[in-house]
């Protein structure tokens, strides 16, 4: 699945970014196959998503989340 | 004695201080600089240079603020800039040392720009920020074992507490900059002849930088025409897949780094619930988020509004006084004329702006500072996107109700062209504060002073003028989404950083530099188009202006002051009516007349090119009231009165007046606009669509708000 599909307070491993023009700018922000993610907050209108990623926080529309592949964790 | 030492006794160097966002590295460039601080231009892009020289000892160190940035690869305008600067494309900044500011509990990711700039070969040193939040969260670094795996010198500081910082100033006067060996293996990223060749063709130290020169080639204006078309040929020929490599490299690097964080970082897990996600439930809050989001946003309206009042009467009172007393001083003459009417009046009008521009400053500054201002972002993305316009619209379109040009100037940190373009080219629709004056003229004509409920009607309808605004902005931007093709994709990728408390001198700072550059940048223009508009207003063709001024009836001796006073009003009025504005104004008459204008309000709409609020006292020159009343009873009942002598009706009759205001709403009457949209669009092309389609939009609204109100 991918992670705008986290449903708030769930984590995931990511293990993939899916090849767009925006891989790059999301392997900078520190999103790399091997990173568990959660979903913190969804914007009031569903879009965008906020995700903790180590100590950071970083806001991503659904569009970008899409991009990336992860697996949830038990 | 101490020794004097001049200037060219001092060696001097150049520090370039560089970190992610929000690490803390503008609380350490305040720190290390105070108000030394100046603000220059990098050739070829809009971004504000912010540097300062520090004296240590017998050295000067001349610090660069290098805006924050995730990687060397650039994303926005401002991250281009770093990648100059740190390439050494850009000669006029070429630093000799870098300091890498760090968050310490965000390693991973300041590690990440660390090394590639290692990689680059760059003298530097690294500073560990924020130790308070790290040591909070459970994060300790071993700064020891860090040094030892980077192999440049590492130190910890707390710049909110102004701990460490004497740290750095002793670093930076004592050259600790290490020559890193290079963190990853270039060589692996590069064919081996390609990186010979550039490295020999430009005489590169590494393949790292040999590396980036061919990565930026296509999108690399400084680079000449001939070598952009050998590196091209060059990376063709070596059938070198960029992308790939790229990717390859960010892999390697984080996993890279991930080893050396092992070696350095403990971490002991702290399950406590973080203070800014229990504030963010609030901030993001469906309901109550958007509700304390429109309570800050009435706030800011307050500030820039009502406590900007004072300081703004304080200082139209001083320039008139001025005015006045250097009149007195000087000799009658052309020359005094020009300093009392043209370029003291000038001047005024840009100071004047200065309270709401800075009180709009300081707001920004800590709703920044603070951490809200990427809530701001997170809550109203969804809603500025069908419109074409982004989450980081938001600020330069809340900058616009105080002055679209710190709006325009405040577009840069949208990464995606297409988004900012439509920004800058919607922001002069926001209601700005020159535009206040004249509604307030306007609406004190031809509304009455009812009540509609518990509202006054006259509040009503400045409200109206203010939404009126905002919703061509939407509209606007919506038909530029449509019309405009951009291959790029629009993206949003925003860090929320932790709530903090502003730091008041950071503010302080950040709202005294930014009100110095709008002061410069939009002053040049208005006192130019100031005194331009006076030269204009002021003479015209001989005759026909005798003919006009000896028209006025001269009193009879010992006529009544009051006599005397009204002929010196006829007098300059006749004298305006004949100058070659007023001919400019009876020429666009024809034009303007089916908007329910005559050629006076024709003129008026000539001089508010200077700035829109000069309508006020051209209105006032024109129908006698004498420029220098400041009472605007005065000039609305005047104005009220005014009959035209063709039809006997008032000129200023319902319909006229809203027209009027419609106009002043979308009409691009703003020079200093037009000038910062040149210079944030490098070039005429969006500046011109701009004047057009606002002229359009506000002679077709105008033109059907007339004729729905006669």
């Given at each position: 699945?991918?992670?705008?599909?986290?449903?708030?307070?769930?984590?995931a491993?990511i293990h993939?970014i899916?090849?767009?023009?925006l891989?790059?700018?999301?392997?900078?922000?520190?999103?790399?196959?091997?990173?568990?993610?959660?979903?913190?907050?969804?914007a009031p209108?569903?879009?965008?998503?906020?995700?903790?990623?180590?100590?950071?926080?970083?806001a991503?529309?659904?569009?970008?989340a899409?991009?990336?592949?992860?697996?949830?964790e038990? | 004695?101490?020794?004097?030492?001049?200037p060219?006794k001092?060696?001097?160097?150049?520090?370039?201080?560089?970190?992610?966002?929000?690490?803390?590295?503008?609380?350490?460039?305040?720190?290390?600089?105070?108000l030394?601080?100046?603000?220059?231009?990098?050739?070829?892009?809009?971004?504000?240079?912010?540097?300062?020289?520090v004296?240590?000892?017998?050295?000067?160190?001349?610090?660069?603020d290098?805006?924050?940035?995730?990687?060397i690869?650039?994303?926005?305008?401002?991250?281009?800039?770093?990648?100059?600067?740190l390439?050494?494309?850009?000669?006029?900044?070429?630093?000799?040392?870098?300091?890498?500011?760090?968050?310490?509990?965000?390693?991973?990711?300041?590690?990440?720009?660390?090394?590639?700039?290692?990689?680059?070969?760059?003298p530097?040193?690294?500073?560990?920020?924020?130790?308070?939040?790290?040591?909070?969260?459970?994060?300790?670094?071993?700064?020891?074992?860090?040094?030892?795996?980077?192999?440049?010198?590492?130190?910890?500081?707390?710049?909110?507490s102004?701990?460490?910082?004497?740290?750095?100033?002793?670093?930076?006067?004592?050259?600790?900059?290490?020559?890193?060996?290079?963190?990853?293996?270039?060589d692996?990223?590069?064919p081996?002849?390609?990186?010979?060749?550039?490295?020999?063709?430009?005489?590169?130290?590494?393949?790292?930088?040999?590396?980036?020169?061919?990565?930026?080639?296509?999108?690399?204006?400084?680079?000449?025409?001939?070598?952009?078309?050998?590196?091209?040929?060059?990376?063709?020929?070596?059938?070198?897949?960029?992308?790939?490599?790229?990717?390859?490299?960010?892999?390697?690097?984080?996993a890279?780094?991930?080893?050396?964080l092992?070696?350095?970082?403990?971490?002991?897990?702290?399950?406590?619930?973080?203070?800014?996600?229990?504030?963010?439930?609030?901030?993001?809050?469906?309901?109550?988020?958007?509700a304390?989001?429109l309570?800050i946003?009435?706030?800011?309206?307050?500030?820039?509004?009502?406590?900007?009042?004072?300081?703004?009467?304080?200082?139209?009172?001083?320039?008139?006084?001025?005015?006045?007393t250097?009149a007195?001083?000087?000799?009658e003459g052309?020359?005094?004329?020009?300093?009392?009417?043209?370029?003291?009046?000038?001047?005024?009008?840009?100071?004047?702006?200065?309270?709401q521009?800075?009180?709009?400053?300081?707001?920004?500054?800590?709703?920044?500072?603070?951490?809200?201002?990427?809530?701001?972002?997170?809550?109203?993305?969804?809603i500025?996107?069908?419109?074409?316009?982004?989450?980081k619209s938001?600020?330069?379109?809340?900058?616009?109700?105080?002055?679209?040009?710190?709006?325009i100037?405040a577009?840069?940190?949208?990464g995606n062209?297409?988004d900012r373009?439509?920004t800058?080219?919607?922001?002069p629709?926001?209601?700005?504060?020159?535009?206040?004056?004249?509604?307030?003229?306007?609406?004190?004509?031809?509304?009455?002073a009812?009540n509609v409920?518990?509202?006054?009607?006259?509040?009503?309808?400045?409200?109206?003028?203010?939404?009126l605004?905002?919703?061509?902005?939407?509209v606007?931007?919506?038909?530029?989404k449509?019309v405009?093709?951009?291959?790029?994709?629009?993206?949003?990728?925003?860090?929320?950083?932790?709530?903090?408390?502003?730091?008041?001198?950071?503010?302080?700072?950040?709202m005294?530099?930014?009100?110095?550059?709008?002061?410069?940048?939009?002053?040049?223009?208005?006192l130019?188009?100031?005194?331009?508009?006076?030269?204009?207003?002021?003479?015209?063709?001989?005759?026909?202006?005798?003919?006009?001024?000896?028209?006025?009836?001269?009193?009879?001796?010992?006529?009544?002051?009051?006599?005397?006073?009204?002929?010196?009003?006829?007098?300059?009025?006749?004298?305006?009516?004949?100058?070659?504005?007023?001919?400019?104004?009876?020429?666009?008459?024809?034009?303007?007349?089916?908007?329910?204008?005559?050629?006076?309000?024709?003129?008026?709409?000539?001089?508010?090119?200077?700035?829109r609020?000069?309508?006020?006292?051209?209105?006032?020159?024109?129908?006698?009231?004498?420029?220098?009343?400041?009472?605007?009873?005065?000039?609305?009942?005047?104005?009220?009165?005014?009959?035209?002598?063709?039809?006997?009706?008032?000129?200023?009759?319902?319909a006229t007046?809203?027209?009027?205001?419609?106009?002043?709403a979308?009409?691009?009457q703003?020079?200093?606009?037009?000038a910062?949209?040149?210079?944030e669009?490098?070039?005429?092309?969006?500046?011109?669509?701009?004047?057009?389609?606002?002229t359009?939009?506000?002679?077709?609204?105008?033109?059907?708000a007339?004729?729905?109100?006669?």
């Amino acid at each position: 699945m991918t992670a705008d599909k986290i449903k708030i307070g769930e984590r995931a491993i990511i293990h993939e970014i899916l090849p767009s023009e925006l891989t790059l700018n999301i392997m900078e922000m520190g999103f790399l196959p091997g990173k568990q993610i959660s979903l913190l907050q969804r914007a009031p209108l569903q879009d965008p998503l906020a995700f903790r990623l180590e100590n950071t926080v970083i806001a991503l529309r659904k569009a970008e989340a899409k991009l990336i592949e992860v697996t949830l964790e038990n | 004695m101490p020794e004097v030492i001049t200037p060219e006794k001092l060696s001097t160097f150049t520090v370039a201080l560089i970190g992610n966002p929000n690490v803390g590295k503008t609380t350490i460039f305040n720190r290390l600089t105070g108000l030394r601080q100046k603000v220059g231009n990098y050739p070829g892009v809009t971004v504000d240079k912010r540097y300062a020289s520090v004296k240590l000892g017998d050295q000067q160190a001349t610090i660069i603020d290098l805006p924050g940035t995730y990687s060397i690869y650039p994303n926005s305008e401002d991250e281009v800039i770093v990648h100059r600067v740190l390439n050494g494309l850009d000669k006029s900044s070429k630093p000799d040392f870098v300091l890498a500011v760090v968050d310490m509990s965000s390693m991973e990711r300041g590690l990440f720009l660390v090394t590639q700039i290692m990689d680059l070969g760059l003298p530097m040193a690294v500073v560990l920020n924020m130790a308070d939040t790290a040591e909070e969260q459970g994060i300790k670094v071993k700064a020891h074992a860090l040094y030892k795996a980077l192999g440049v010198p590492v130190i910890q500081t707390n710049a909110r507490s102004n701990k460490g910082i004497n740290g750095i100033l002793d670093l930076i006067g004592q050259q600790m900059f290490e020559k890193p060996t290079s963190f990853l293996d270039s060589d692996k990223l590069l064919p081996a002849e390609l990186s010979a060749n550039v490295r020999e063709k430009f005489t590169l130290n590494n393949t790292y930088q040999a590396y980036q020169l061919i990565r930026f080639h296509n999108n690399e204006p400084i680079l000449s025409q001939e070598d952009h078309d050998w590196l091209h040929e060059q990376v063709t020929q070596a059938d070198f897949d960029l992308k790939a490599t790229q990717i390859k490299e960010t892999q390697e690097r984080y996993a890279a780094i991930q080893q050396v964080l092992e070696q350095s970082v403990e971490k002991t897990d702290i399950q406590k619930k973080r203070l800014t996600d229990q504030l963010d439930k609030l901030f993001l809050h469906k309901i109550g988020g958007y509700a304390i989001f429109l309570c800050i946003l009435l706030l800011i309206f307050q500030a820039v509004f009502a406590w900007s009042a004072v300081p703004m009467d304080l200082i139209d009172g001083f320039f008139a006084r001025l005015s006045g007393t250097v009149a007195g001083w000087l000799p009658e003459g052309v020359l005094t004329d020009l300093i009392t009417e043209g370029i003291i009046p000038g001047i005024g009008g840009v100071v004047i702006f200065i309270p709401q521009i800075a009180l709009l400053f300081a707001f920004l500054g800590i709703l920044e500072d603070t951490g809200y201002m990427s809530r701001v972002v997170f809550l109203m993305d969804r809603i500025m996107r069908p419109f074409g316009l982004n989450g980081k619209s938001v600020v330069p379109l809340i900058s616009g109700i105080a002055c679209a040009i710190p709006g325009i100037m405040a577009s840069r940190n949208i990464g995606n062209w297409k988004d900012r373009l439509i920004t800058i080219m919607v922001t002069p629709l926001m209601s700005c504060s020159a535009r206040l004056p004249v509604y307030v003229i306007l609406i004190g004509i031809a509304v009455p002073a009812t009540n509609v409920g518990p509202f006054g009607l006259q509040a009503l309808v400045m409200l109206g003028m203010y939404l009126l605004g905002v919703v061509a902005v939407l509209v606007t931007a919506w038909i530029l989404k449509m019309v405009l093709h951009f291959k790029e994709r629009s993206y949003l990728m925003v860090e929320m950083p932790m709530y903090r408390l502003p730091r008041w001198k950071d503010v302080l700072i950040t709202m005294y530099s930014k009100s110095k550059t709008f002061v410069f940048e939009a002053g040049k223009v208005i006192l130019a188009i100031s005194i331009v508009l006076w030269v204009l207003a002021s003479y015209g063709p001989s005759s026909a202006r005798e003919e006009a001024i000896a028209a006025v009836e001269v009193p009879a001796d010992g006529a009544s002051e009051e006599a005397m006073l009204d002929y010196r009003h006829n007098l300059e009025s006749a004298e305006l009516e004949s100058s070659y504005i007023g001919i400019a104004g009876q020429f666009i008459e024809p034009a303007i007349r089916p908007l329910g204008y005559d050629w006076k309000i024709g003129i008026a709409l000539i001089t508010s090119f200077a700035a829109r609020e000069v309508f006020v006292s051209t209105m006032a020159t024109l129908y006698s009231v004498g420029s220098e009343v400041e009472d605007e009873l005065t000039i609305q009942q005047k104005l009220k009165s005014e009959v035209n002598p063709n039809t006997g009706e008032a000129v200023f009759n319902l319909a006229t007046a809203i027209s009027l205001m419609v106009f002043y709403a979308f009409a691009m009457q703003c020079m200093s606009t037009l000038a910062v949209v040149y210079r944030e669009t490098k070039g005429w092309k969006w500046p011109v669509i701009q004047t057009v389609y606002m002229t359009a939009l506000a002679y077709v609204s105008a033109l059907i708000a007339y004729q729905l109100f006669s």
